[in-house]
């Protein structure tokens, strides 16, 4: 006896839609840029004292501060292009606390792209020597730094530039954690689940 069509398993298909490209082109200068940034400030931090003494370590800290001031002016049009433009609403193929658990994981990765950049700047300007080291972006555009820090006497900049060093490196680690949950999520539902939702933030 034949098989006929109702005899054989249907497979559910949809194409979630998309976000703007936009919100695309956002989502992937800021997230490159801050694993970029990630890069250096790690790479600094675990290079041996012989060999930062034969690089031009001034070059890839002012790197570091230009590109982490980037993302912070990404992040606040990211967040401006959010509020005007709706985003896509996820699949309702997700459990509600797949969805719910997506949605936290995606604002708490909102706080941290803003997180990480402010306690750099404000970490920065609390250094004693920022006033004879003036912060200019890529070399050509000057920025300033925070005022209130910068008027603190030296004792208190020592105490704020170590604290707030701190919370810079806290909030890296995790932006760590959270990418591995966002990015073994994506990858789980894509490759595991057959649930293309990478396309949703692909041209």
Partial sequence: MSSTSADKPR???????KYTRVAMLLHWAVALLMLGNVAIGQTIALLPDATLEKIDVRFWIDLHKSV???VLGL???RILWRVTHRPPELSHVFASWERAAAHLAH????????????SGWAHDSAWVAASTHPLVLFGVVPFPRMGFLMAMSDASKDYWHEVLGNVHTYCAYALYALLALHIGGALKHQWIDRHPVIGRMLP
């Fill in 107 to 118: 604002w708490l990765l909102y706080v941290l792209i803003f997180a990480m950049p402010l």
């Fill in 68 to 70: 982490g001031i980037t």
């Fill in 75 to 77: 992040a606040i049009l």
């Fill in 11 to 17: 497979v559910a298909l949809y194409e979630d839609p």
